[in-house]
């Protein structure tokens, strides 16, 4: 989603657009974005994203989640990074663990991993160092 200004351009904050993996595609190879991602279909590989990462139900991602904010609805194998915010919606599995400021849990979610928690625990991606990112390289 773009905003717009008289000039026809949004503010750099608003430029981050929505990128959609829809249902029945398959993607395998990383995936950066400085907006947001929206998983309805299936990646294999790490997913970084700027401001978001939404795996939808049925959506599934082999890899890292790697983002401001996510979002899962869906399947997850990896770890799951956030500077900000993770929810766990009711419809989804997690099987790794999560790192994030926040995390909200719906009835119904689960999680087969560690979690931390906090404010030093997120640290933007460029602060942390490569093996905290990795999966299985506690």
């Known amino acids: 989603m773009a905003v717009f200004t008289e000039k026809g351009r949004g503010t750099p904050e608003s430029q981050g657009a929505l990128s959609i993996i829809g249902p029945g595609m398959r993607v395998v190879g990383d995936i950066t ?5 929206k998983i309805e279909g299936t990646v294999v590989g790490t997913v970084r ?13 082999e890899g890292d989640i790697i983002t401001r904010e996510a979002i899962i ?10 500077e900000e915010r993770v929810e766990i919606q009711t419809t989804s599995v997690v099987h790794g663990d999560i790192t994030s400021r926040r995390l909200l849990v719906h009835e119904g979610g689960e999680i087969n991993g560690v979690v931390r928690m906090g404010e030093d625990v997120a640290k933007p991606q460029s602060e942390m160092p490569a093996a905290t990112i990795q999966a299985g390289a506690y």
Do not use: N, P
């Open 73 to 82: 609805g869906g399947e997850v194998r990896g770890t799951v990074v956030a």
């Open 33 to 37: 974005a400085d907006g947001v991602v």
């Open 49 to 61: 994203a700027g401001r978001q990462v939404l795996v939808a139900k049925g959506g599934e991602v």
